[in-house]
C-alpha cells in the first residue's frame, strides 16, 4: 500500500513546488506601475522632467522572493502606482540583465553593468534620482505599503534635503497606523 501512494505523493510535492517557486518569480511589469524603457537613461531623465516628475528606478532579479513580495503586496496595489505615476517616471531594471543601456553620463553598458556600476548588489532595490541624475534617496529591501508611501512622499516633496527620513516619519508623516505601530 505505501509503494502505491509513492507516485502520488512524488506528484503532490512536485506540484507544490511548481506552485511556490511560481508564486515567487518576480515579474515587475505585471504590477503594471512601470514605463518600458529601451535602455537611455539621459532619455528616461528627460522624459521624467519633460512630464515634471523625477526618475524612480526598481533593480529587481528573477527568482526574487523578496521582490516578488514587494511586487504583489505594494507595488501592484492600485493607491500606489496612482501616487508613484503622478510623481515619477518609473522604470525597472533587472540586476542580472543583459539589455543594453546608455548611463547617464554616455556610458554604455548592460542593465548588470548598470546595477552594478550603481552599486546595486541586492534585491529589491528601489532608487530615486534629482534632475540631474544624481541618487537622491534609496530605499534597499522590502518594506511595507505604508512605509514605502511615505518614502514616495519624503523624495517627492523634497523632505529628504531638509531632514532624516526617521525624522520625517517621526514629525511630519501623517499616516496615524504609523504611528501606533510605533508605540506613539
Known amino acids: 500500500m505505501i509503494f ?4 502520488l505523493l512524488f506528484s503532490f510535492f512536485l506540484l507544490l513546488a511548481s506552485l511556490s517557486t511560481s508564486a515567487l518569480a518576480a515579474d515587475p511589469q505585471s504590477t503594471g506601475m512601470f514605463q518600458p ?3 537611455n537613461m539621459p532619455e528616461e ?3 521624467a522632467i519633460a512630464a515634471d516628475k523625477r526618475l524612480l528606478v526598481y533593480f529587481w532579479q528573477e527568482g526574487c522572493p523578496a521582490c516578488a513580495q514587494m511586487e504583489g503586496e505594494v507595488l501592484s496595489l492600485p493607491k500606489v502606482k496612482k501616487l508613484v ?4 517616471h518609473a522604470i525597472e531594471v533587472n540586476i542580472l540583465g543583459a539589455v543594453p543601456i546608455t548611463g547617464f553620463k554616455g556610458a554604455k553598458t548592460d542593465e548588470k553593468g548598470f ?3 550603481r552599486k546595486v548588489s541586492s534585491t529589491p532595490t528601489i532608487v530615486f534620482f534629482e534632475k540631474d ?3 537622491a534617496f534609496r530605499l534597499p529591501g522590502f518594506c511595507r505599503e505604508p512605509d514605502f508611501m511615505a518614502v514616495v512622499s519624503y523624495v517627492s516633496g523634497g523632505d ?6 526617521q525624522d520625517y516619519l517621526r514629525y511630519k508623516w501623517p499616516d496615524t497606523q504609523n504611528q ?3 508605540g506613539e
Open 180 to 182: 501606533k505601530e510605533r
Open 45 to 47: 531623465l528627460a522624459t
Open 133 to 135: 541624475g544624481a541618487e
Open 160 to 165: 529628504y534635503k531638509k531632514t532624516s527620513f
Open 85 to 88: 505615476g503622478e510623481r515619477f
Open 4 to 7: 502505491r501512494s509513492r507516485p
Open 37 to 39: 524603457h529601451f535602455g
Open 115 to 117: 546595477a552594478k556600476g
